[in-house]
């Protein structure tokens, strides 16, 4: 888990990655009976594109005995379009009724486990909608939103890439270049979805699309720390997407239970760099 922050009162609201769903650490999590785990619609979609009553059974294997501690995301799409100036974050990210769909689908796969041909037909439907609007939402964030990764490092010298390399203290010119140029990608997002307008940065590091864009310049560094290695397949480029998409949502919260590497780094990343950004945006707006 990484970045933990509690709240006055001692509960967490931490986003869980897919890969610790059936995990103890969860488990252990929500014993504590005031922990919430937020569930973003990208680790849905992973359990839906299984399209397996055993796959959902092993998903809910944990959160089925603490309904009521669980917080269900809406979509991506539906939290980028939020105006931090006038909707509650994260509040507005959570769908309602959580604890009794929760119950409701737990009850519905033991019915279709059970042979009820109706409701495994129902499961199917969602599942198939479900991973319809994840594919459409990555084939998106490929071709159209972000630049290609050697598009992004280009803009650093041979000097500044050693430095990445080296992972040594980043330059007044290199801090300038990520954090410039991730309010380009941010502006290039509003442009192509204009549900919110383009805010000023003081207002802009709250929305999603910021912090996705500055998490996709720190995914640039990753990619540079290690060896700029092409990407051939296209399946790798969208886990790295949604492992962004997660570390997004989880900057809202307090924490990202992940045991994946590069998830964690960009999650704890992330966080450092919106505190610089709100910092930097919080002074300019008082000049």
Same mark, same amino acid.
């Given at each position: 888990m990484s970045e933990e922050h509690f709240y006055e009162d001692g509960v967490m609201q931490v986003v869980i990655d897919s890969n610790m769903m059936q995990s103890a650490e969860l488990f252990e999590y929500l014993s504590d009976g005031a922990?919430?785990?937020?569930? &973003?619609?990208?680790?849905?979609?992973?359990?839906y594109k299984q399209q397996s009553l055993v796959a959902v059974q092993s998903f809910l294997s944990v959160v089925r005995y603490f309904p009521d501690?669980?917080?269900v995301l809406r979509s991506g799409k539906q939290i980028a379009g939020f105006d &931090?100036?006038?909707?509650?974050?994260?509040?507005?990210?959570?769908?309602?009724n959580v604890p009794t769909d929760l119950r409701a689908m737990e009850t519905a796969v033991d019915q279709a486990t059970a042979g009820a041909a109706a409701v495994l037909a129902q499961l199917r439907e969602q599942w198939d909608a479900a991973t319809a609007t994840m594919d459409d939402m990555l084939q998106g964030a490929e071709e159209d939103i972000l630049p290609s990764l050697p598009e992004l490092a280009s803009m650093f010298t041979a000097d500044e890439l050693g430095r990445c390399r080296r992972k040594e203290k980043y330059t007044p010119a290199m801090t300038e270049k990520v954090f410039g140029t991730a309010f380009g990608i941010y502006e290039h997002l509003v442009e192509i979805d204009p549900r919110v307008p383009l805010l000023p940065p003081r207002h802009a590091v709250e929305t999603f699309?910021?912090?996705f864009a500055l998490g996709a310049m720190l995914h640039c560094i990753w990619w540079i720390r290690n060896g700029s290695q092409s990407i051939s397949k296209t399946e790798r480029l969208r886990n790295d997407y949604v492992d962004l998409g997660l570390a997004s949502c989880a900057t809202y919260y307090d924490g990202f239970m992940t045991n994946d590497t590069k998830a964690a780094w960009l999650h704890n990343e992330l966080a450092n760099a919106l505190k610089f950004a709100q910092a930097e945006a919080a002074a300019h707006s008082s000049r």
């Open positions: 922990n919430v785990a937020v569930l &973003p619609d990208y680790v849905w979609a992973e359990c501690q669980i917080a &931090p100036r006038t909707t509650r974050f994260p509040k507005a990210f959570e769908l309602e699309y910021y912090r």
